[in-house]
């Protein structure tokens, strides 16, 4: 193993590079502003189930999305196959998620400032309860990339992204492992049994 290499885990049926748990991240609005839904080449992988998901989601989301993204809804439908084959939400001018899009959020309570910030159409009406599916399970994740082997086997790594510098450092000032900064999407993806299980792995590696 070259020094480059973390040591890969394994939990269950999943294998985990050993930094999702020795690793700290924490999201940081007030910095990144949401840049992560709007940098990049290619939209975020979706599954047959999900696309279905966002679909019976559209009409609430409907009105937060730019008129651009509206148009290439209009056209392609609300994912399309990628370079890879893979299935992806649609995107607009070759990066912008479909679904993004801005609001001004006090995210200081001591301050009445507001920041302007890009967010998920997706995961504001669910938030608002006029639908039922917050966002596709690959960006609930993010930075946790997922891969599938033979054999049923899933493989998460942790994709380190310059935009996500200050999530790193505010993940290191609240002290925050990556596994537990995303512990809900973690369990809605492999269950609560499994992630007790990852827990038990993470103190063995802390002692």
């Known amino acids: ?7 890969i885990l394994q939990v269950g049926d999943v294998l985990l590079s050993s ?19 709007i940098e990049g080449d290619a939209g975020a ?22 008129k651009k993204a509206q148009a ?18 649609s995107i607009v001018d070759g990066k912008d998620c479909v679904f993004t899009h801005y ?7 001591d301050s009445p400032a507001r920041t302007r910030c890009c967010l998920c159409a997706l995961e504001t009406v669910c938030r608002k309860e006029l639908s039922h599916f917050v966002k596709p399970i690959s960006c609930a994740l993010y930075p946790i990339r997922e891969k599938h082997f033979a054999g049923g086997l899933v493989g998460l790594n942790y994709h380190r992204w310059n935009i996500c510098a200050p999530a790193r450092e505010h993940g290191r000032e609240l002290n925050m492992p990556l596994y537990r ?8 993806r492999f269950g609560a049994k499994w992630y007790a299980e990852l827990e038990e792995v993470a103190k063995l590696i802390s002692e």
């Open 103 to 109: 609001d001004d959020l006090q995210l200081d309570p």
């Open 19 to 37: 930094d999702l748990i020795t690793e700290q991240f924490c999201c940081d609005l007030a910095a990144c502003k949401g840049a992560c839904c």
């Open 1 to 7: 193993m070259s020094n480059n290499q973390m040591p």
């Open 72 to 89: 290439v809804v209009r056209q392609q439908g609300v994912a399309y196959a990628d370079r890879d084959g893979d299935l992806v939400t």
């Open 181 to 188: 900064f995303l512990h809900e999407p973690l369990i809605r």
């Open 45 to 66: 992988p979706v599954t047959i189930d999900e696309i279905a998901e966002i679909e019976d989601s559209l009409n609430a989301a409907w009105g937060m999305m730019s």
